[in-house]
């Protein structure tokens, strides 16, 4: 048997090991990732969708945290603590998110570099990214209504942080999000009993180091433009260019990496 099949059934029977081989690592994740190019439309879009609507509990969860703790010096560390809790909702759901598929995905295309494969990646991304900002913007317009109108005030305040910086600078602060969550992504298979607590911990690295998400942020953005605190045109400015660095830092930097660091053993 080849070391190429080898590597291959391992990674399908996803072998109940506390460490696997970062060749092992890329070819559960390029399966996944597999697995993912060739689902229905349908099923991706209804699964992205719903992952938008859930990363309205970070902005939730975010407000909550700043109505109680105020101004208090130590009030940005605690306010990140609710950054993580659409990303936990979404990784127990199994949930499509755009951040992930940017690894996930790419994967199986640097393995299998066809055009079928890249215009699957494309029908993928195209259909992800559309539900999960469909969801976005409709969870943030729906917490604008069904809050209270202090904890609505503390969410738009937890949001504000995102105002701080031009399109470059968002361009910049995008590319470590899309790096960690590539990373996260990587990290899973080897963690059988961790993965929420390793969602956790990336995502609030994200958060309290004010790396702007694509997700996260057009709730963010929804919820200020709701607020009065920008106009559709600021907040596409925010979106667009986060958009880029997110997918640049997940696709480009950290899949890029992953693959280099194995493409020697597994072609």
Known sequence: MSKKTDHELRAKRLAARS??????????????????????SSSLLYSALTAGLAMGASVLLMGAIEKAVGDASWSSLAIAVGYPAGFLLIAMARMQLFTE?????????????????????????????????????????????????????????????ITHRDALGNFISALPAGFLIGLMAWSLPGLPYEKLGAVFIVTY???????????????????????????????????????????????????????????????
């Open 101 to 161: 598929n940017t690894l996930t995905a790419v994967l199986p295309v640097t393995k299998n570099r066809r055009w079928r494969s890249v215009r699957l990646l494309g029908r993928l991304w195209a259909i992800v990214l559309f539900g999960n900002l469909v969801g976005a913007v409709a969870i943030g317009a729906v917490l604008s209504h069904v809050t209270e109108p202090d904890l609505f005030e503390a969410m738009v305040s937890a949001s504000s942080h």
């Open 205 to 267: 690295l994200v958060g309290a180091g004010g790396f702007p998400h694509i997700v996260a942020g057009t709730v963010e953005t929804t919820v200020l433009i709701v607020a009065g605190v920008w106009g559709a045109g600021e907040g596409l400015a925010f979106i667009l260019p986060v958009l880029v660095g997110n997918t640049l830092g997940g696709a480009a930097l950290f899949a890029g990496l992953a693959y280099g660091q194995v493409h020697e053993e597994i072609d």
């Open 19 to 40: 460490e696997i081989a970062s060749k092992t690592l890329y070819s559960v994740i390029a399966e996944t990732g597999k697995e993912e190019l060739l689902r229905p």
